[in-house]
């Protein structure tokens, strides 16, 4: 083989080489906006009215090591929604407020229960005893 089939060939194998590198970054490309369709997909969107009471989850509790300490911190109550997911909240002890993330929040279902009036108790007795039943 002289130096011009040689290089002949050289050019052709690197036409190649680039033709493999634009289709590996155009399947990369499609995989990336599949994935971040499925992604979108799953996300909630979250939504709060204000006076409504929300849990907050706080990721840097560090203090208290243990896998069963809650990282949900509150209620808080919602002062404000603003536009993208942001939230005014204010503790009830105290005037200061909290701007957060919505996606930090979930609702607070504790002062629910103590509005109904409807709580139906159930007392658990042992099985009645032969004299019971006689």
């Known amino acids: 083989m002289n130096h011009k089939e040689a290089g002949a060939e050289r050019k052709l194998q690197l ?13 990369s490309r499609r995989y990336k906006k ?26 840097r509790l560090r203090l208290m090591p243990g896998k069963l300490r809650s990282r949900w911190e509150g209620p808080y109550r919602v002062e404000k929604a603003e ?5 005014h909240l204010r503790h009830p002890s105290s005037s200061k407020f909290i ?6 929040l979930k609702l607070y279902h ?3 229960m103590k509005d109904h009036k ?3 108790i159930f007392l658990l007795e042992g099985p ?7």
């Open 110 to 112: 504790g002062e629910k």
């Open 118 to 120: 409807e709580l139906e």
């Open 34 to 59: 599949k994935m971040k369709a499925v992604h979108d997909k799953l996300i909630k969107r979250r939504e709060f009215r204000p006076r409504e009471l929300v849990l907050l989850y706080n990721s």
């Open 83 to 87: 536009p993208y997911g942001v939230f």
């Open 128 to 134: 009645p005893t032969e004299a019971e039943l006689a």
């Open 99 to 104: 701007k957060v993330n919505g996606h930090r």
């Open 15 to 27: 036409a190649e080489l680039e033709n493999l590198r634009l289709k590996a970054y155009d399947n």
